[in-house]
């Protein structure tokens, strides 16, 4: 990144691991499923309030040439995985430094991270019934994040990751990250992931 722009290492770390998140989802919906094609890009803007740098960003799936956006979801389930998995990272690795919720990002309030992935949850309605939606989350908050919460030397690996160090300078304020580098960075992870 450029030498004249500040950064907030810790608000860059939370919107890095929330976007691998999606990248992790998609990325395996892709390999074990052959559902989706993987990503083809991941960006983190920076945002400069009075008092502070936070970030967003956002991960960009690889699309068919012949692809039609025509507002169906094809592969709701794993739709659904590829939205949440942002959270449910940004959770794991929040909570292994403060006390820190799913729905702490996975909320319709204007400061949550997941406020969109939130917003394209309700929207699988079609396709799910509020009481199925909401076993989900109770599943994810109640479970899933304990299972991997308890297997410390597995997310290590990922929290390890140096946010900066797979940033692509530009002369921007939204960065891309290097998905080369990601993927071979994060290949013995993805691995072991493919069993949680």
């Known amino acids: 990144m450029e030498k004249n722009i500040l950064i907030d290492i810790n608000n860059l770390s939370r919107v890095f691991f929330h976007e691998i998140g999606h990248f992790i989802a998609q990325e395996l919906n ?15 803007e920076s945002k400069r309030f009075s008092n502070k740098i936070d970030y967003c960003g956002g991960v960009r799936p690889k699309k068919p040439v012949d692809y039609v956006d025509d507002g169906e979801i094809r592969k709701p389930i794993h739709y659904i995985s590829n939205i949440i998995y942002g959270c449910i990272i940004q959770t794991l690795y929040l909570k ?13 309030r204007d400061d949550a991270n997941g406020k969109s992935d ?3 949850f309700a929207s699988t309605g079609k396709y799910f019934d509020g009481k199925i939606r909401k076993k989900v989350i109770e599943f994810i908050k109640n479970i899933y994040i304990s299972r991997l919460e308890n297997d410390k030397n597995h ?11 797979f940033i692509i300078t530009s002369k921007t304020r939204r960065k891309e990250l290097d998905l080369n580098l990601l993927r071979e960075s994060m290949s013995d992870f993805l691995v ?5």
């Open 30 to 44: 892709y390999k074990l499923f052959k559902v989706g094609l993987g990503t083809e890009k991941i960006w983190i």
């Open 118 to 120: 939130v917003e394209h």
């Open 192 to 196: 072991e992931h493919e069993e949680h």
């Open 155 to 165: 997310l290590k690996k990922l929290f390890l990751l140096e946010p900066t160090k």
């Open 96 to 108: 292994s430094k403060e006390d820190y919720k799913f729905h702490d990002c996975f909320d319709y």
